[in-house]
């Protein structure tokens, strides 16, 4: 009996021992595929007071907030993605990343080698809104300084879907009914379209982030494990840049691909650190400032969006400062315009002015800087601009980037309606319609414009 006993004691250390071994097994397979998400990045991460490797993102818990001493770190939802679309093989090709350029990139950027971009900056990304909803051919723009650069971004998606692809018509209805597949040439065009205006025409330069790491952490450079592993491509014709953004569309839209910060990164590349510091004057040396702990962007990197020079002012031409100095504004007009109305803004400051040059572009888009909201205006006449008869009575569309908006706002604007028509349209609607911040924008263009919100409540 007592051997019986014994036996089974014995039989049951062996079970205990196999699972044992089965639960070590199924770790190991999941070691194997977290290094391989990490592949580059093990040399120069920090390391905790156990000389154990911790990345970047270890350090926040999701929110740019430190996580309490002995609270575990969860896998983000990124590294189930095996392996990481938004990540590119380092034997693409591309020029690596050096620590002289890493630093002039985060110079340019922050005026100082150890700023990093907040966690709002690195989240943001171009995804658009379902292709089936109204809002089909929009981004989903967030919070924080990237929102004023995904909404330039969209003034050139409406260019291309409006008034440069071929084979379609430009009306309303065209935009709502996009595929997926069309919103991804849209994307492609756009981006592409922006960096070769930045290139002078001459070339674009696209980063991505590859496997490797090619800088470890100095004194005068904090790593964040991303600028690390760029890689630079050029592309000296316009039609191989779009294509190639467009085999690596992933790395721009993905979550988790700082597709914001890597269209930052190839549009300064492809302006190069030589046009910068000539575009720049002496108002700007820096392309961002320090904003509620993050970071916005300065005018200069709109600009570089919408005209291709990173010009830190929007009057026309150059003007003389109060010290005398230059001021660089707007040289030419541009295909996307610029609109800015500010409650604060002093209408006599000449110099804060948005000039001619993007009040009328090329074409009837409109990025919109209200109230420090950007937002987007256009219009699906393509004449607009051109003939002055189209101007009298004409529809705008509106949308504001907010998650609330379903839909675009539809504006009628009556340019030649007498003054007591535009007081009839204010008491209609009561007294509070005429301080619309929209309706401002728009007439910092055309001042005695009625503007009619179709049965929309007016934005305030």
């Known amino acids: 009996m007592d051997m019986e006993v014994l036996g089974q004691e014995q039989s ?212 964040d494990n991303f600028t690390e592993r760029l890689q630079l491509f050029e592309f000296l014709e316009k039609e191989a840049a779009e294509k190639f953004i467009y085999d690596h569309l992933q790395c721009f839209r993905g979550e988790g691909s700082h597709g914001v910060i890597l269209f930052l990164y190839s549009l300064i590349f492809s302006r190069t650190f030589e046009r910068l510091q000539m575009d720049l004057d002496g108002t700007t040396t820096q392309l961002l400032q320090p904003n509620a702990g993050g970071f916005l962007c300065r005018q200069a990197v709109l600009n570089m969006i919408l005209t291709g020079r990173a010009s830190p002012s929007v009057f026309n031409g150059c003007e003389k400062g109060r010290s005398q100095e230059t001021l660089h504004g707007v040289l030419t007009r541009s295909d996307v315009g610029y609109l800015r109305w500010g409650k604060d803004a002093l209408e006599d400051d000449r110099l804060s002015q948005v000039g001619s040059m993007l009040k009328t572009p090329k074409l009837p888009i409109w990025l919109c800087n209200i109230n420090g909201n950007y937002s987007i205006l256009f219009c699906t006449n393509r004449q607009l601009l051109s003939d002055w008869k189209m101007e009298r009575l004409f529809d705008l569309y509106f949308y504001s980037g907010r998650s609330s908006q379903k839909k675009l706002v539809h504006l009628t604007i009556d340019t030649h309606s007498h003054h007591w028509e535009r007081d009839q349209q204010e008491e209609k609607h009561g007294p509070r319609r005429r301080f619309s911040p929209v309706e401002m924008a728009i007439r910092t263009k055309w001042s005695e414009a009625t503007i009619n919100w179709n049965g929309t409540i007016p934005f305030f």
């Not at 490797?53 to 770190?73: L, M």
């Not at 969860?74 to 690596?96: D, E, F």
């Not at 150890?114 to 989903?140: G, M, Q």
């Open 12 to 223: 049951s250390e062996q079970l205990d021992l196999e699972e044992i071994s089965r639960k070590i097994s199924f770790l190991d397979k999941w070691r194997e595929i977290f290094s391989f998400h990490r592949l580059g990045t093990n040399n120069t991460t920090p390391q905790n007071h156990e000389g154990n490797h911790i990345s970047a993102d270890e350090n926040e818990d999701g929110t740019g907030i430190p996580q309490p001493k002995g609270q575990g770190h969860l896998p983000s939802s990124g590294l189930c993605s095996i392996p990481n679309p938004s990540i590119i093989s380092s034997k693409l090709g591309g020029l690596p990343i050096s620590l002289a350029m890493a630093m002039k990139l985060r110079q340019i950027l922050f005026g100082n080698t150890i700023h990093v971009f907040s966690y709002n900056w690195k989240k943001a990304c171009f995804r658009f809104h379902d292709p089936s909803s109204e809002l089909a051919f929009t981004l989903e723009v967030g919070k924080g300084g990237a929102r004023s650069i995904q909404m330039a971004v969209q003034g050139s998606i409406i260019k291309y879907l409006l008034f440069t692809r071929k084979g379609k018509d430009c009306n309303f209805g065209s935009l709502c009914e996009i595929s997926k597949k069309e919103q991804e040439q849209a994307l492609a065009a756009a981006l592409a379209g922006i960096l070769w205006a930045a290139g002078a025409a001459q070339k674009a330069t696209i980063c991505l982030v590859s496997e490797d790491t090619y800088i470890a952490s100095t004194p005068d450079y904090s790593v």
